[in-house]
């Protein structure tokens, strides 16, 4: 089981490893090396953004569960994301008008693409009803700023960015979520009966094989992983 937003990135590896002309067929390591993306999360330009992101007193306060609002929280934050998964959604289709008429294939992939999406959403709404949210309340929440700029981040970039870079934007996600997972996971105080525990914390790592995975990354990084490893020359040019 992993999340749906991890997933959602995962699936778009898959759309471009069917297409010739941006993929590479198949993935064929069988070691992932992170080359790619620990360039960019070990930048020294980039620590204090990396040191944020991973200590962010959200998801610590949801792990922890002694806050008497962290359940609130959660809920708050699992709302949020399941607005990204719609605004995710208008933005794949926005994209299918970059695509030239000459590229039928990949305006069938993409069309498939756009066309399983609405599965992610709905999955990452059964997670929302299972920590006891209603769909009446998640229709009547507004948006919150975070999110509108986000959203608005990638339809503004629907026409700008390449494929190649579309995958980087998901790095904090497939990878990054990750990472914040197993350090809240092999943390003491985390509290392992609680619904963030067993609803995120769980679903973003993998821990079924120690000794070639250390770092307990969900299948969905490794992929992505290796991905941008195998296609890493359309970044340097």
Known sequence: MSSPRVAQAADNVDVDL???SRGIGAIVKTTTTYDFINKLWN?????DVVKKFLNNRLCKICAENKDPNALELFQTYAVQ???YLVDYV???ALRLTTIPQSEFD??????ESVGRMPAYM????????RIGLTPDRIQSTERSVAELAYANYLQI??????????HVIMIACAYGWSKIAKKLYDEGSTDKNSEFYKEWILVNIDTSDSVNNADFFSSDARKLSNFLDQNVEIWNN
């Open 81 to 83: 994301d399941y607005f």
């Open 157 to 166: 970039n629907a026409s700008r960015d390449n494929w190649f870079s579309l």
């Open 90 to 92: 208008k933005f794949k």
């Open 106 to 111: 990949i305006l069938v992939a993409e069309a």
């Open 18 to 20: 069917e297409l010739p």
């Open 122 to 129: 709905s999955s990452w709404m059964d997670m929302c009803k």
């Open 43 to 47: 930048a020294e330009e980039n620590q």
